[in-house]
């Protein structure tokens, strides 16, 4: 369902985690029933927990749960080193970034039209007139804010894959063989025999020989 694949974007960039069969680790909305689904059952059937809510759960989705124990209190006061700081966790939501947070509050305007038409079917009784109306009213307006969400995504994907990777950085001039022994005739190779080294004139042989001491000269 369109639905799931755009909450579970917007609850991975939302939170950054590595773990998505944990996604609504913060929220008061839970999928519902004793036996609930396991990482292993999710990962092997490729499930998250949005396809253990039901449909009207959605509208419920970004609640964040009180902190009622003490162990996850005292770690919040741990972790805030001002006040400020401690309230704003306190009262932060699971999803603050904009754009999603106006999304999921408009999802019960549209999904409340929609959640009706479906008991219907799912009972198999005959809808009004009026619940057919708000129904084919209310399911263009979803599909398309949903339409839209997943191009902004698909936009932004190519231009970060296209992002040059970050320059190693270039050591300054001088500095970038500083740590190399600087070539001495020992580390030259020998020429071959009766190779042209043998031919080169005198002056440039000269070149390669220390100079002579005033002694020698002498």
């Not at 080193?81 to 704003?88: I, L, N, P, Q």
């Not at 106006?102 to 999904?111: F, I, T, V």
Request: charge should be negative; aromatic fraction near 6%.
């Amino acid at each position: 369902m369109k639905l799931r694949r755009v909450l579970t974007l917007i609850y991975l960039h939302a939170n950054s985690v590595t773990d998505p069969y944990d996604l609504l680790s913060e929220e008061t909305v839970q999928p519902m029933g004793k036996d609930r689904p396991q990482e292993l059952q999710m990962k092997a059937a490729t499930e998250n927990q949005f396809f253990h809510l039901t449909f009207g759960q959605y509208v419920g989705l970004n609640h964040r749960a009180e902190l009622k124990q003490v162990s996850a209190l005292l770690e919040v006061v741990r972790d805030s080193h001002t006040y400020e700081v401690f309230r704003t966790e306190v009262n932060r939501l699971p999803i603050e970034h904009e754009d999603d947070a106006a999304l999921l509050a408009g999802l019960k305007e549209r999904m409340d039209a929609i959640e009706t038409m479906r008991n219907c079917v799912a009972h198999n009784r005959r809808p009004s007139k009026k619940v057919v109306e708000n129904y084919d009213n209310a399911r263009p307006l979803l599909v398309q804010l949903l339409d839209n969400y997943l191009a902004r995504w698909e936009r932004a994907a190519p231009v970060a894959a296209a992002a040059p990777a970050p320059a190693a950085a270039i050591p300054p001039e001088g500095e970038a063989h500083a740590n190399e022994a600087p070539p001495i005739a020992e580390n030259l190779p020998a020429p071959a025999a009766g190779g042209a080294a043998e031919q080169e004139p005198a002056a440039a042989q000269a070149a390669l020989e220390p100079p002579a001491s005033p002694e020698d000269e002498a």
